[in-house]
């Protein structure tokens, strides 16, 4: 992949100012939340970003891309985490499934789906994780068989956030049970209109669904929406979860409870100095996602960055969820428009912070390893 222009820091500042201003401009229709990346759906919100070019942001303008950076890319979705929007609608796609056609897609697969994911108007699930295999992605069981030119995938996924919602899935299946796990995965897209679909709603402890269960009963899957090479998937999926681990959202999706917190600092030492040190975590945690952008700027795949910044990431979040347990003198309060449903959000998906993306003890495995000589 060539290497993407470099922008000046006065292009990043303007660039940041005009989502302020897109956020500003729709204060009124949502309520902000913690882990809204997740939780906050508005198709409309999506397609207002799309319009402003804010969506495939880094991708070629021929595929109707933004041909910026993955730094702006970094600027837009600080921002969107800062203000707690509805970005669950196009999060997935945007941040992804896109990357995985651009890098890996036949010319006409990235025709068919990257305008549309750009504009905001085609929206995906993530169907990798199996109660079978969790993090363990090789060990995925779900299977899909040649049916002449296309294919019929059977198998089910769990833990699929917004499948309920969405117009297509990426679905990493085995082709090839013959070898080792890590052989034999193919990566497809799917219609979740298709015939043989079930979705059935995962409901949360506070009565919200946005996680699924996904069943696939030989569904019908067209040939060409194979993204990359038929059994290849395992070495592509890895290179996405660099995307998938190392963006803002595993750092900043409670961010409005660290801005509560600074607002009730300073009332004895002891409440500035914790609030102190998140505020200091997380200025170091921001500078890795700065690397890791620029890393990708330039046509790498950062998958051990991407690891410790999700390790890194989630400890921070879960120890800012229960730091604000203590110190905001509030009743977590889920779902109300207030100080005490952010706190109540937060911690409620904190236990999921370990296991999103990838266990805390799966990514230790990686970091240690890539250490490892070769």
């Known amino acids: 992949m060539s290497q993407i222009r470099q922008e000046s820091p006065e292009q990043l500042a303007q660039l940041r100012t005009q989502v302020r201003a897109l956020i500003d401009g729709w204060r009124d229709r949502f309520t902000p939340r913690a882990d809204a990346w997740l939780r906050g759906y508005d198709r409309g919100f999506s397609q207002a970003l799309g319009e402003a070019g804010m969506l495939g942001i880094t991708w ?26 509805p970005v669950a609608a196009h999060w997935i796609a945007d941040r992804q499934i896109g990357p995985a056609i651009l890098r890996e897609g036949t010319p006409e697969l990235r025709q068919e789906f990257l305008p549309r994911i750009a504009a905001g108007d085609a929206t995906f699930c993530l169907c990798m ?17 040649r049916d002449g030119d296309d294919w019929r995938i059977t198998g089910t996924k769990i833990w699929t956030s917004q499948a309920h919602r969405s117009e297509y899935a990426y679905v990493l299946a085995r082709t090839d049970a013959s070898g080792p796990k890590h052989e034999g995965l193919t990566e497809f897209i799917l219609d979740m209109g298709s015939d043989g679909v079930e979705v059935r709603p995962i409901i949360d402890l506070q009565g919200e669904h946005h996680f699924n269960e996904v069943v696939f009963d030989d569904v019908l899957v067209p040939g060409r929406w194979v993204i990359g090479e038929v059994g290849g998937g395992w070495t592509q999926v890895t290179e996405q979860l660099a995307f998938e681990r190392g963006g803002a959202e595993r750092v900043l999706s409670t961010y409005l409870v660290l801005e509560e917190l600074v607002k009730v600092a300073g009332r004895d030492g002891r409440d500035l100095e914790a609030v102190g040190r998140l505020i200091a975590r997380l200025l170091s945690l921001r500078q890795m996602l700065w690397s890791i952008a620029s890393a990708m700027d330039a046509g790498d795949a950062p998958i051990r960055q991407a690891a410790i910044v999700k390790r890194l990431g989630t ?53 240690a390893r890539e250490e490892l000589p070769a």
């Open 60 to 85: 070629p303008e021929e595929v109707g891309g933004g041909g910026r950076s993955n730094r702006a890319r970094l600027v837009v979705t600080e921002e969107l985490l800062r203000a707690g929007a």
């Open 129 to 145: 994780s199996e109660t079978e295999a969790g993090s363990d992605l090789a060990a995925v069981r779900t299977r899909a068989v």
């Open 315 to 367: 400890t921070f979040e879960q120890e800012l969820a229960e730091t604000a347990r203590y110190l905001l003198g509030t009743v977590p309060t889920p779902l109300a428009t207030s100080v005490s449903g952010l706190l109540g959000d937060a911690l409620l998906a904190s236990p999921g912070f370990g296991i999103r993306g990838g266990t805390t003890e799966i990514l230790g495995t990686i970091i």
